[in-house]
Nanobody, 116 residues
């Protein structure tokens, strides 16, 4: 089983920055994809960014140029540096991991609130 634990959310003013962290534990292959989704109440999860074990990144259009995803030295950690935050970025941010065999896992989320 895999557990994902996020941290780093909080309240920030528009234009500010936050750095989210996610640590994965359990039976984890190094050849995984990790990333972030976000979810507003009553809405579906939206992909924010993903990062493969080989270093390929994918970003949602609404965060390009503002958010940066990276891995820690330990391959079971992933970060999301969020700059230029907007009120519409307010959501629960969920850590994501996909194993080489296609199994997907999500964390419980960390709440980001951006005030205008």
């Amino acid at each position: 089983q895999v557990q994902l634990v996020e941290s780093g959310g909080g309240l920030v003013q528009a234009g500010g920055s936050l750095r989210l962290s996610c640590a994965a534990s359990g039976t984890i292959s190094n050849a995984n994809t990790m990333g972030w989704f976000r979810k507003d109440p009553g809405k579906q999860r939206d992909l924010v960014a993903t990062l493969t074990y080989s270093g390929s990144t994918k970003y949602a259009d609404f965060v390009k140029g503002r958010f940066t995803i990276s891995r820690g030295n330990a391959k079971n950690t992933v970060y999301l540096q969020m700059n230029g935050l907007k009120p519409e970025d307010s959501a629960a941010y969920l850590c994501y991991l996909r194993s080489p065999w296609g199994r997907e896992y999500w964390g419980k989320g960390t709440l980001v609130t951006v005030s205008s």
